[in-house]
């Protein structure tokens, strides 16, 4: 039944939403006192006045103290809204005579409720005294069948029975406490009710038979037996009896636990609702889908994204937020948008928004469509997050994949996808790549430390860039290597102009520090597509073949023709030595042995082991040129612990037939003896071979021995530790000083050919090969002469008292049979 209710505010969407809350209710409205009170005294029969204690003039507590002064009013039911930050309005409206409060801001959702909640338990005590009225029922008969638990005279202290002769209570007040009428009176209400609500209760039941109140409601707790406890909405009034002189009341409650719990999880929610928008780094929103996407509601977090404050945005009050997308995302999100709410799908876009400030930040608005259940399209919900951190780690991450960390130069990686893009091109045109390889810049790292060669390569890298314009883009692809990638270029000379430019550039900043470099051309043949990786390969080979130009310190070359047939014999020279390493034909890999005449005796002492190579197809190839390939792919290591093997194996033919204080010398290269196992593999090999030990000489160097004296130095060491001697192998080419030659761990110093050469035409005071004698001697070691080829040679040796001498005078390199067969057959020469 529609009921006749008085609202007095002044405050729009309350009143808006009251109605929306009560649409079955007739609603009268009053915006200040004067109309309260005329509509009061207009309109008889309201079932209830909801007052704002916020009226402009007077406040509503006047308000109701005069309705409670007036008897014709104060029977009017009186429900206030309060701001919810002043609880002593509320307790001093309640004690005026209102039976319940609503707190602003109201809900639609619990505000209904306890509205409809009052004015069902009003209209119940109406109804049932209008029965008692009309009808005479008993009470007995109205407890019985009332849905809603009702109690007389239950007073707040334990009573006896004699006093609680009037008390009544009727099943459904039983059945909603949990507790028969004897134990409530023996209780009383006071000690059932929940601690948190005893003392409103009781100061309202004070005043409620004091009579300065017609009757009060609250919503309480009353405890159970097992310790829970139920939540109900009372109303109390007092009972007129001439029979008696004791206060008698009425109590009326409803159980409203499920309500409770429903609300206090919608608190929940919107709590954890509030909690999350306000950590969300961005705004929640809904909007219209329009020309503008006009805000409905915007989030706090509005004004940390935007710069606008949420009111600014709100029905483009001051800004639209078409206008703080950036104008060149505008129409690709419309389009968006515009396919996922035909799809009815979930929206999801990247773009940036300009802020109040001017600064630009990427987004990600996340949303969907809200559509009714007619299917027609309402609005747009979702969020917009702040992803410009993000954005500024993915943009850094990008640049750090395409760029060298140490010039900040495009790197390897972005060569291969600008020439893999230009391959696809529509038009074939001139390219060419320039590859620049300072390669042997990492001695200046063993010198002087990382940093100072780091430096340089900052300033070479610099100096280049000198030479970049739309044409011509520079790449570091590796440590100490560049490569410019030349398009539209005239012709060869304009590379060859480029190349002694640059040449002249990076002469100067590494003039006086002995480092050779090269510079390597390959133009890329437009009528095929290219292989990018053989490109680059035959660009790397080029360059190095650059560095062995010794006219000068940058060397430049082109590659050609001549230069891919190279290129192709070293691949199939470093695809046969792989193949060996593997075990697959090793017979192709084999030993050399030349003979060491000891001077002073004429006697053979000893054999220098020397590598060669029977290519299936290539035939012999010499060490020359297969030792370098070896060493650059790394496979020196397994070659040489192979090769070390047929040596001791020779060893043993040696001893076998006699000759057990012969020994065998063979070339040990830095990258074998750095090899962190290669003690304990080599004499593993002499253990399985059973070689011994002092009939083993191993060559190194000078130049191995200066590129890292103290590690090498400490491995010889230990090798001599175990009987194996040491020799200095091409001495007097390398850069040792003669201080460090006198540290060296060494047994055995073997001149050079290039001094031994000499002799044939410089007069004997001249040459200088009697001090390197000399020298050796004063050092400690045994001297041995390579290349000695001419008698005159091998006299000057034996007047300055040189220990052994190898060359072509004594024999050329022979097979292992053809070495037995020498020693068998030995001769002497003498000086």
């Not at 000198?466 to 011509?472: G, H, I, L, P």
Request: overall charge negative; proline content about 3%.
């Amino acid at each position: 039944m529609a009921a006749k209710i008085l609202l007095a505010s002044n405050v729009v969407s309350d009143i808006e939403l009251i109605r929306k809350a009560l649409p079955n209710h007739e609603i009268l409205t009053a915006g200040d006192h004067l109309e309260t009170l005329r509509l009061v005294e207009l309109h008889e029969g309201l079932a209830l006045v909801i007052l704002d204690l916020n009226l402009p003039h007077i406040n509503g507590l006047q308000v109701l103290d005069i309705l409670r002064t007036d008897k014709r009013y104060r029977c009017i039911p009186t429900m206030i809204i309060t701001d919810g930050g002043d609880p002593e309005a509320e307790v001093a409206a309640l004690r005026k005579g209102a039976i319940d409060y609503l707190r602003k801001p109201l809900r639609l959702d619990t505000m209904g409720v306890r509205i409809n909640t009052q004015l069902e338990l009003l209209r119940m005590l109406r109804q049932k005294e209008y029965e008692f009225l009309i009808h005479g029922i008993t009470y007995e008969t109205i407890f019985g069948q009332a849905p809603i638990g009702i109690a007389i005279s239950f007073d707040s202290e334990p009573r006896s029975p004699d006093e609680n002769r009037d008390m009544v209570v009727n099943a459904m007040f039983e059945q909603i406490v949990g507790r028969s009428q004897a134990e409530l009176a023996r209780l009383g209400w006071a000690q059932i009710t929940h601690p948190d609500d005893l003392q409103e209760e009781l100061a309202k039941f004070q005043l409620l038979r004091e009579g300065k109140i017609p009757s009060y409601s609250l919503e309480k707790r009353f405890i159970k037996p097992d310790g829970t406890y139920v939540w109900v909405s009372m109303v109390a009034a007092p009972l007129s009896s001439s029979a008696s002189s004791r206060f008698k009341h009425i109590c009326v409650i409803q159980d409203i636990t499920q309500r409770k719990l429903t609300q206090s999880a919608l608190i929940e929610s919107e709590r954890s609702k509030a909690v999350l928008l306000s950590h969300l780094p961005g705004m929640a929103y809904r909007c219209k889908n329009d020309a503008r996407w006009t805000m409905e509601y915007v989030s706090a977090g509005c004004f940390k994204l935007t710069g606008y404050q949420p009111e600014q945005l709100l029905y483009n009050r001051e800004i639209d937020y078409e206008s703080v997308i950036s104008p060149e995302y505008r129409p690709l999100l419309r389009e968006e948008w515009t396919r996922v709410l035909a799809n009815k799908d979930s929206f999801k876009y990247e773009y940036e928004i300009i802020t109040a400030t001017g600064e630009r930040k990427w987004v990600l608005e996340m949303g969907e469509g809200i559509f009714n259940a007619d299917g027609e399209l309402e609005a747009l919900e979702g969020l917009i997050l702040d992803i410009s951190d993000r954005k500024s780690i993915e943009d850094q991450l990008l640049y750090n994949s395409s760029h060298d960390m140490v010039t900040g130069l495009l790197n390897r990686r972005s060569l291969l996808e600008i020439l893999e893009q230009d391959a696809q091109g529509p038009t074939p045109r001139k390219r060419a790549l320039i590859g620049v390889n300072l390669g042997t810049m990492h001695l200046l790292s063993l010198r002087y430390g990382y940093h100072y060669s780091q430096e340089l390569f900052k300033q070479i890298a610099c100096a280049l860039e000198r030479y970049c314009n739309d044409t011509r883009l520079l790449f570091c692809i590796h440590e100490f290597r560049f490569i410019f990638y030349v398009t539209d270029y005239a012709g060869k000379d304009d590379l060859a102009t480029l190349c002694h430019a640059m040449a002249q550039s990076i002469g100067g900043i590494l003039s006086g520090e002995r480092i050779d470099g090269g510079i390597a051309v390959l133009e890329i043949d437009a009528t095929c597509p290219p292989n990018v990786e053989e490109l680059l390969k035959d660009l790397l080979i080029t360059s190095e073949k650059a560095i062995n130009i010794y006219e000068t310190d940058i060397g430049i070359c082109f590659f050609n023709k001549v230069l891919e047939e190279q290129i192709l014999r070293e691949e199939t020279i470093s695809r046969e030595l792989t193949e060996i390493a593997a075990g697959e034909k090793p017979e192709r890999l084999f030993l050399h042995y030349q003979p060491i005449l000891d001077i002073r005796t004429n006697e053979i002492c000893s054999f220098e082991a020397l590598a060669r190579l029977n290519s299936d197809h290539h035939g012999l190839v010499s060490p020359a040129e297969f030792i370098p390939i070896a060493e650059k792919t790394k496979l020196i290591v397994p070659l040489g612990y192979q090769l070390a093997r047929q040596a001791f194996q020779f060893l043993n033919t040696l001893k076998q037939h006699g000759y057990d204080n012969i020994s065998v010398a063979f070339n040990l290269s830095a990258y074998q003896l750095l090899k962190h196992d290669f003690v304990e593999t080599l004499l593993q090999i002499i253990a399985e071979t059973q070689a011994n030990p002092k009939n083993i000489e191993l060559e190194i160097t000078e130049t191995v021995f200066a590129s890292n004296y103290q590690e090498i130095n400490k491995i010889v060491k230990e090798l001599q530790s175990h009987g194996i001697r040491i020799s200095i192998d091409d001495f007097g080419t390398g850069y040792s000083s003669l201080a460090r030659q006198s540290e060296l761990n060494a047994d055995i110093l073997k001149i050079d050919r290039y001094f031994i050469e000499k002799l044939l035409w410089l007069r004997s005071d001249k040459a200088i090969t009697s001090d390197i004698i000399e020298i050796g001697h004063k050092l400690g070691h045994d001297v041995v002469a390579e290349g000695v080829e001419r008698e005159e040679q091998l006299e000057y040796l034996s007047r300055y008292c040189c220990d052994k001498m190898q060359g072509y005078l004594l024999s050329t390199p022979l097979n292992a049979d053809q070495a037995l067969s020498f020693l068998n057959s030995r001769f002497s020469i003498r000086p």
